[in-house]
């Protein structure tokens, strides 16, 4: 399955149809990775969390720019 976005959160109206599929899956958990940390994951996992997705953000799974970036957007997740 591939879903295509047009914004940083994944998740945000209008963004893409992934909310939809999960729950028609009944699918609660994320497991958050990909490219830029303290932007898209941490986007898409803010949003997960606030649609009641239980949601993990996998360190060694994304990156950011940074070292310091990527650490500081995992430290304010937690």
Request: proline letters at 0%.
């Amino acid at each position: 399955l591939v879903v295509f976005k047009n914004r940083y959160s994944a998740l945000i109206s209008g963004s893409s149809n992934l909310e939809r599929i999960l729950r028609s899956m009944n699918i609660d958990t994320l497991l958050i990775a990909g490219t830029k940390t303290n932007v898209c994951c941490e986007s898409t996992a803010r949003d997960a969390m606030m649609l009641d997705f239980r949601t993990v953000m996998l360190s060694d799974c994304c990156a950011a720019l940074s070292c310091e970036e990527h650490r500081a957007a995992l430290e304010t997740f937690i």
